[in-house]
């Protein structure tokens, strides 16, 4: 059973902009996995990397209905890669499944979470 869903849409420029101008925002975005993950990455791959897990994560929060705050925040949610590149929520708060979908333009990161309930 479907417990919630949450999409976010992000500026890849505006995330970019505010890695240079404030680098402790990986801290605070990215698990310590995340951001060993992140810093293999160069260029415009590096880029959509931190939006992308910055953009899940405001999905995910959004899913859970209380957004990034007291009861969910960047580091209770790590998002990793499996073998085949996908997206998998590997560690969160949420006590069911949590389903990550991750996809990039040129300009914009779109992400979209939904928290299932077991039976």
């Known amino acids: ?22 680098p402790l925002f990986l801290n605070k975005v990215l698990t310590p996995n995340e951001l060993h993950d992140y810093q293999q990455l160069q ?33 209770d949610i790590e998002i990793r890669d499996n073998a085949a590149g996908r997206p998998i929520v590997v560690h969160h708060p949420f006590g069911g499944i949590a389903h990550v979908s991750i996809s990039h333009t040129a300009t914009l990161v779109m992400t979209q979470v939904i928290l299932e309930r077991g039976k």
Do not use: H, N, P
């Open 1 to 22: 059973m479907i417990y919630g869903t949450g999409i976010d849409i992000t500026d890849l420029a505006r995330v970019q902009a505010v890695v240079a101008k404030q």
């Open 43 to 75: 260029g415009q791959r590096a880029v959509e990397f931190i939006a992308g897990r910055w953009s899940a994560k405001e999905s995910y929060s959004k899913a859970m209905g209380t957004g990034i705050g007291a009861t969910v925040g960047f580091q």
